[in-house]
């Protein structure tokens, strides 16, 4: 089931994070912090959305998407994971899908994406590409030297 993060995810959905293999410990510090602002800050306010799949009182995956500021309705996915003992059930694709859902009901037009161009990554790119997100651009040595960004885009509206 689907529904909205609270305060009481966050060290669940850290553990998640940390766990799966792909972040980084300052990506997980900086997930703690963007956790900790949403919640305190109500940073729905300007848009940003959070939500938690769970399963028997379980958080198994979670995705937070936000509209980028300066822009005519682009909205960024900041964040989607999936427990590792949970990936390939489909859990990061309902996620997606409903992310994408959420951002049109709010008019959104197009998502962005930004993942690493390292081998390790290879399967988070493949994920994009098979929901349908269209390889837009690579900035190389953007994360660290020999660890590029991968910029992923899906249109949602044409309008």
Do not use: C
């Amino acid at each position: 089931m689907i529904r909205p993060a609270t305060p009481a995810d966050t060290a669940a959905l850290l553990r998640l994070t940390a766990g799966t293999g792909f972040f980084k410990p300052l990506e997980v510090e900086t997930l703690e912090d963007v956790l900790n602002d949403f919640f305190a800050a109500n940073r729905d306010d300007y848009g940003h959305r959070a939500f938690v799949w769970e399963e028997d009182g379980r958080p198994l995956g979670y995705v937070y998407h936000a509209p980028e500021e300066m822009t005519d309705r682009t909205w960024y996915l900041w964040w989607i994971a999936v427990a590792a003992d949970q990936q390939g059930r489909g859990i990061g694709g309902k996620l997606l899908v409903f992310a994408e859902a959420d951002v049109r009901e709010r008019d959104g037009r197009l998502l962005v994406v930004e993942t690493s161009t390292t081998e390790h990554y290879e399967p988070t790119r493949q994920f994009y590409l098979k929901h349908g997100y269209a390889a837009a651009s690579q900035i190389p040595d953007f994360y660290a030297d020999g660890d590029g960004m991968a910029v992923f885009t899906k249109r949602l509206r044409t309008n």
